[in-house]
């Protein structure tokens, strides 16, 4: 089955640095998800990628789409304690598919 | 409001029994899901079913039985079957009706243990 290859598996950083996470598939993917999970919590959609080479904000995170649209990156600028969580990237099987299949996460810390 | 509602919040099993996790829906979608998060794992699909009376399996749907006899309701059954039951059981929901990649939206989930 289609897999979503997300890396790194764990981030720590000082409140107020950047923070990069990167979805990757050997697949071409029709669109490509992104959820928040805070700790102890449920996944929370937050956006939906669909273009090639696209890119969407949401205040201080931007998100973007590759143009081979194998690819996919969440990047927070300065980050709050607030963004502490899990990041999930989820891509759709194919065409037609109901099966969402989920990254294994980026588990962000953010040092006050 | 509306929203997924998963019961119990936490469970414990004993060996060889048969538990069902609760989810219900009120949102109006055709499409729900469950999902078993281990630590590290990320999210594994157990069974999913687009429309009533009709559900499909999932990567890891062994140990694990679904019924899908109304649109708001979706019980998971873990059977004695599965050897590895603790874990982090999250439902979702999704309207589908004939648009297929729409956001998921869950529950707040059910952790199992055994005991």
Redo the contacts between chains.
Sequence with gaps: ?QQVM?IP?YQHVQEGEDFTTYCNSSTTL??I?WYKQRPG?????LI?L?KSGEVKKQKRLTFQFGEAKKNSSLHITATQTTDVGTY?C?A?SG???????????TKLSVIP | DGGITQSPKYLFRKEGQNVTLSCEQNLNHDAMYWYRQDPGQGLRLIYYSQIVNDFQKGDIAEGYSVSREKKESFPLTVTSAQKNPTAFYLCASSFDREVWNQPQHFGDGTRLSIL
């Design positions: 089955g997300q598996q029709s669109n998800q919590g449920h996944p929370v959609f939906q669909v999930f989820a759709y065409a037609g598919s109901y099966q969402l299949t989920f990254g294994k996460g």
